[in-house]
């Protein structure tokens, strides 16, 4: 029985991972997969479209009067306490998670001024997530055991 689910585990590992392929790079699997030349197609009765490079399958183009789509959020970069000092941080979206982490050999806190955000104390090698502000604008914080410890989160639409 043990070999049995072995072998299907391994054909499972294996599908998995040429579907990923896929996912990964959509035409990889279709690069070699001729496509017809547009004057062809045409010929044919086919109906044409522009030829995305590297993948050979048809280039989509939004309607006319079409909105770009609006980039997709990214992570804000962690802030690191080490040395008695803050760094990262720097800029955010609104309401974005924030890591923290606690590179320091010390407990340390990271609490904003107006106190909209605050870690808790971190122990050496802790680590907590911060929820930025939602309105924009530039953020003060400090570690309230080590008062002298500062730093700016600011918050950008």
Known sequence: MPIRATVTLGICLGAGLAAGVGLARPGLLAENTPVPAPAAAAAAG???????????????????GAKPAAPAPTAAAPVTIQDFAFAGGGTVAPGAAVPVVNADSVAHTLTADDRSFDT????????????????????????AIHPSMQGTLTVAP
């Open 46 to 64: 086919t109906p044409t479209a522009p030829v995305s490079p590297g993948y050979g399958r048809p280039a989509t183009s939004a309607p006319a």
């Open 120 to 143: 808790g104390t971190l122990e050496s090698g802790g680590r907590a997530t911060i929820t930025a502000p939602t309105a924009p604008g530039t953020y003060r914080f400090f570690c």
